[in-house]
């Protein structure tokens, strides 16, 4: 989660232009903006109301469903526990099980 922080800190940065301009978007200091973006700043120190300015799109997936509910968000709430190997054996096992329903190639 810490580096899709800075990642996307630095992606906004650059969307607008400036630390200086998403300060002034924001309301949050150039200060700490770059404190954050510099790593100088833990993300667990940050708070919500913060991150909220600086994203305010941004949406917080509690349950790491992705939004879904049901059977559909307790799979991917499953997947989201796996390796990424782990991941690659899910995909072809049901890729092998249920090849009528993959439209390419997954190796």
Known sequence: MEQELYQA??????????????SRISGVTQSNINNIKNKNISVSNIRLGTLQKLFPDMQIDFLGTGGKKGIEGKLIAMINKLTPEERIDLALAIAEKYHHAVEEKLD
């Open 9 to 22: 800190l630095r992606e906004r940065i650059h969307e607008v232009g400036s630390e200086l301009k998403l």
